[in-house]
């Protein structure tokens, strides 16, 4: 290695450009700071499985549609009070303004609308109609006419039998609401009692509930909307409580999960950092006991976060809540530079010059930089994130040891001694511990034999654990609700009887017109599985929204068999007793109906679309697209099957969280793959640095890290997925680092350095490994156990002190 | 002027009818009050598993001379349903559940209709079971309860919904009764209007025969 003359500074210029290029960096962050956008979506971490940019526009607004409605359910014992409860919760959700809607009390928007609209609706049948007259099987809707007439059957119709004698329009409009699930409509609430079907597990069987739907105004995945949105929750509920004290709440929701996740992952970031910061402020001044290297040390550690969070900002436009409270490892990570620096500087026996190190800084900062960067491989954007962040700040971190360090901390010095916060003294020594831990070496410490019964035990171990991994590639590995959310959902879905999950199905033509007309053909395949017991029913805009083909069809069959003179109309009317006058009124209202068609922008604006209007997914570039909800899919691989094999062109079954878990598996297949590339890749690297024997030597301590972390992982039976692997790469870059330094450095300095780095990363990554965020958590074990391997190793297997 | 005099005779018919309801319905009271009013069939109510009897509907439609007649009987059920048998002009079969209707006829298929499909059909099976189980507690949820006595010991009850969800279906009803329910008077939101009177109205402490228990 060629050694430049002591101190190693770089060239005057390079320092003033390299401080020009800080100062920008941090006006630049304090310029970008106000703008900053902190992404919250969990899904914004998972990668795309759509197969068209149609299909994923599609997935990307039913998301953001749906990820704004929330379902609540406000339970007494009083059934007096329960109106009054429900109101007052709503009123004080009304009232907050974070909703853009909220719906308590039912009015006849929906029959006012149906009547109101009535010439465009004339040719719309219910499905039993239809089939009655595409039968030609006329009597039968005839003899249901006159019944309903004369039974209380017409009590449950909305049109009345002189607007309506053949209840046509009853039926349609009946057909066309969505069902209230479990809840009861109950004079202007809709209520729902607990175990009311002989259900389990709900509680209290006295409570009764009363349902408040709610969309919210802001952005769900900013954490400002979460602020208000939860606060207007939290004086609802109260105010809820005021008027019956056992009110209870209990709320389903998108925006919750988000709130709890970016809470949750706010207080990580806070107590991760923070417990991070303290234990490098404590280590240094253990260690240096020195003001210099602790100011130094932590303006690195901020100008390295800053630099980490403005590469996020310009590439992606935001940071993700995760990436931050991943990026908390960064402190751990970006002081091992600073450290090797002010190591360096330490006088010990032997050598008394500092050694040039910055060959060694860049050559472990490329191999922990490329560690990160083999997290680009999988299309994960949160883990690109991630990768990003870590890279942008190691390198911000190592570049400005190497290149502001020895001038800026001449110019500190002399600051710090006018002040007189510093002695003028010369760097400590190596601490005394440090000098033993470095001569300590394993031949002296066990006899041979000793010492190759503990490498056989440790192997035998590693077999064994290594012998029990297991892969588990589950999507529930990026996240974990809390439980008292997931049981406040289970209360909400029990309390409506309506269980619709994260699969659904997509139509994509390029008309509304085809849109609807695919989705008529679909109907059948739907309705068939509910048949069969496999799905419990289907949400769509299905009954709602017809296609013009259909709306013709139906108004054919209706002039043929209904309206021609002689037709339906004229017996049962006929029958009933009404006259001549009255039948030929019904029938002109269907003649000049003739030519008007119920079209999706008339439906748009008609109140009756409302419950499923969320689903009309509209235009997407030139194409169109809407989605049908899937309720109680008990066997999901049999309803894609059937949806897929009765499927044309254009109808998707999406079930993003089967398709990223394969994603998930396919990624920790090449990523194992990866991992033996780059284990070769860096063999041979180190091959052209060094002699073989200690080329083998440098890479060792790494590979043996990684099969110990592999075996330790399999005897904790925590199961293996591409976060594990993808640290193991992490490991590997941190890992060969401790080898070169090791080898580099001078013995007691290389030893001080690589202990000190390895105890910040096991610091920063074993915190970590208590995130509630599983794919945090697995990162943080793996690291935390394959650093502290790789170091014992890397000691032990040192070469002797030159 | 056959005809004028008829729809005279109608719409003075219905004008009494009118003032009729409108006098109950300037009474508002309480469930307790009414509780008080109807005492006699609730006692009788109150130890009956079954209440049978007869009917007769009178429904007048707008549009129509003379309104549609039909009649039968009933079975109430407590806790199982209501079976509401049409023997004239036709043979038909009417079953109200907490879980809808099914209704069926000589010759067709049976006509089944979820509540949980259809929530207007809850509100009219509830009002039905409400209605002959005098239920007010019940009742008080969807209307605005009045009452007045009639006579010695009759009574007359006006239901008014709370809700405009429920005016479409009902605007208002009128339940009569002495020692038991005598009729009922609905007229609903378009307008129409149906008159159900009841006559030998039983009170069975006993409960449904396995036999009857199956109609439902």
Redesign the interface.
């Known amino acids: 290695m060629a050694n430049t003359p002591s101190p190693h500074a770089p060239r005057p210029t390079r320092f003033a450009l390299a401080l020009i290029a800080v100062l920008a960096l941090l006006a630049a962050f304090a310029f970008a700071v106000p703008h900053l956008r902190i992404e919250t979506n969990l899904l914004a971490l998972l990668p795309s499985t759509a197969e068209t940019r149609v299909q994923l526009d599609a997935v990307k607004r039913f998301a953001d549609r749906s990820s704004r409605e929330l379902v609540f359910v406000v339970g007494t014992a009083s ?1 007096e009070r329960l ?1 009054a409860t429900g109101l007052a919760f709503a009123d004080q959700l009304k009232l907050s303004g974070a909703f853009s809607r909220v719906d308590y ?4 928007r929906y ?2 609308a149906a009547r109101a609209e009535r010439s465009q609706r004339m040719a719309l049948l219910a499905t039993r109609h239809r089939g009655q007259l595409e039968r030609g099987d006329v009597a ?1 809707l005839e ?2 006419s ?2 309903a ?8 119709r ?6 309506d004698p053949l209840g046509l329009a009853s039926a349609a409009f ?2 066309e ?1 969505p ?4 809840a ?5 609430i ?1 209520v729902a009692r607990e175990g009311a079907r002989g259900d389990k597990g709900l509680g209290d069987e006295n409570r009764v509930w009363t349902i408040v739907r709610a969309t919210t105004a802001g952005d769900p995945y900013r954490t400002e909307t979460h602020a208000v949105v939860m606060e207007a929750i939290e004086l609802a509920r109260l105010a809820s409580v005021r008027v019956a004290a056992d009110a209870e709440i209990a709320g389903s929701g998108v925006i919750l999960h988000a709130a709890a996740a970016a809470g949750k992952a706010q207080d990580e970031i806070a107590t991760f950092g923070g417990l991070d910061l303290v234990a490098v402020v404590l280590l240094i001044l253990l260690v240096f006991r020195q003001l210099r290297p602790l100011v130094v040390t932590l303006l690195t550690i901020g100008i390295a976060t800053c630099a980490a969070i403005m590469a996020c900002h310009a590439v992606f436009g935001e940071v993700h809540i995760l990436t931050l409270t991943f990026g908390t490892s960064l402190i751990g990570v970006s002081v091992d530079y600073a450290m090797h620096y002010f190591v360096n500087r330490m006088p010990s026996e032997g050598a008394q010059h500092p050694h040039n190190i910055v060959p060694a800084l860049i050559l472990g900062c490329t191999t922990t930089v490329a560690g990160y960067l083999t997290f680009l491989i999988a299309p994960i954007p949160g883990l690109r994130q991630i990768a990003l962040f870590s890279a942008a700040g190691l390198a911000t971190a190592c570049a400005i040891v190497i290149l502001l360090y020895p001038r800026s901390l001449e110019m500190l010095s002399r600051l710090f001694r006018r002040l007189r916060l510093e002695r003028d003294a010369p760097p400590r020594a190596v601490p005394a511990w440090v000098a033993r831990l470095a001569g300590l070496r394993v031949e002296s410490l066990l006899p041979r034999a000793a010492g190759w019964g503990v490498l056989a035990l440790i192997l035998a171990a590693a077999v064994f654990g290594v012998a029990r991994l297991e892969a588990r590639d589950d999507v529930r590995a990026l996240q974990r609700p809390p439980p008292e959310l997931v049981a406040a959902e289970q209360k909400v879905r029990g309390l409506l ?1 309506v269980g619709f999950d994260t699969r659904f199905v997509l139509v994509t033509m390029a008309t509304p017109e085809a849109v609807l007309g695919r989705l008529e053909r679909l109907e059948p395949v739907l309705h068939g599985l509910v048949e069969r017991g496999l799905l419990k029913g289907t949400l769509s805009v299905g009954p709602s929204l017809v296609s013009i083909e259909r709306q013709r069809a139906d108004r054919a069959l209706l002039a043929r068999q209904v309206y021609a003179p002689g037709g339906a109309l004229d017996r049962v009317m006929g029958q ?4 001549a006058d ?1 039948i030929t009124a019904r029938r002109a209202e269907f003649v000049s109906s003739d030519g008007q068609f119920l079209t999706p922008e008339h439906w748009l604006e008609s109140p009756l679309s409302a419950p499923v209007r969320h689903l009309w997914l509209g235009k997407l570039g030139t194409d169109s697209a809407t989605v049908v909800l899937l309720d109680g899919n008990v066997a999901p691989d049999v309803v894609r099957a059937a949806i897929e094999d009765s499927a044309e062109p254009g109808v998707a079954y999406v079930d993003q969280v089967a398709d990223i878990s394969h994603v998930l598996g396919e990624y920790r297949r090449i990523a194992s793959w990866l991992m033996l590339v780059v284990m070769t890749v860096m063999l041979a690297c180190l091959l052209v640095f060094y002699r073989s024997g200690a080329a083998v030597r440098t890479a060792f301590p790494a590979a043996a890290g990684l099969a110990l972390t592999l075996a330790t992982l399999g005897l904790l039976h925590e199961p293996v997925n591409l976060f594990h692997v993808l640290s193991l790469l992490l490991v590997l870059g941190l890992g060969v680092d401790y080898a070169i330094i090791l080898r580099e450095g001078r013995n007691q300095q290389a030893t001080l350095a690589v202990f000190l780095s390895m105890t910040t990363t096991l610091i920063s990554f074993g915190l970590l490994g208590f995130s509630s965020v599983p794919f945090v958590r697995s990162i943080g074990i793996t690291v935390a156990f394959g650093v502290a391997f790789t170091f014992l190793v890397a000691l032990a297997a040192r070469p002797r002190t030159r | 002027m056959r005809a004028g005099l008829l729809v005279l005779l109608f719409a003075a018919a219905s004008g009494a009818a009118a003032r009729d309801a409108d006098d109950v319905f300037t009474r508002p009271a309480t469930t307790k009050e009414l509780a008080a009013l109807t005492r006699a069939p609730a006692a009788s109510l109150s130890k009956a598993q079954v209440v049978h009897g007869k009917f007769v509907q009178r429904r007048y439609l707008a549009g129509l001379a003379r309104p549609l007649e039909s009649s039968g009987t009933f079975r109430f059920a407590r806790g199982v349903g209501i079976e509401w048998h049409t023997e004239r002009p036709f043979d038909s079969q009417f079953v109200l559940t907490d879980a809808g209707i099914t209704q069926r006829d000589e010759g067709g298929e049976p006509l089944r209709i979820s509540a949980a499909d259809q929530p207007a059909l809850a509100v009219v099976s509830r009002v039905f079971f409400a209605l002959f189980a005098l239920d007010l507690e019940s009742l008080s949820h969807d209307f605005t309860l009045s009452g007045r006595p009639v006579g010695d010991s009759g009574w007359k009850i006006g239901l008014k919904p709370r809700a405009e969800a429920l005016g479409s279906v009902f605007r208002q009803a009128v339940v009569s009764g002495a020692a038991s329910v005598h009729g009922v008077t609905l007229e609903d939101g378009n307008g129409d209007r149906s008159e159900i009177e009841l006559s030998e109205v039983t009170y069975d402490p006993k409960g449904l025969s396995a036999d009857e228990r199956r109609n439902f």
Do not use: K, N, Q
């Open positions: 059934r109106r009390l039912v009015d006849d029959i006012a039968a003899r249901e006159l019944r007439a004369y039974t209380p059957l017409a009590f449950t909305p049109f009345s039998i002189s607007d009946a057909e609401l069902g209230t699930g479990r009861r409509l109950e004079g202007d809709l009887g009933l007793g009404f006259d009255a």
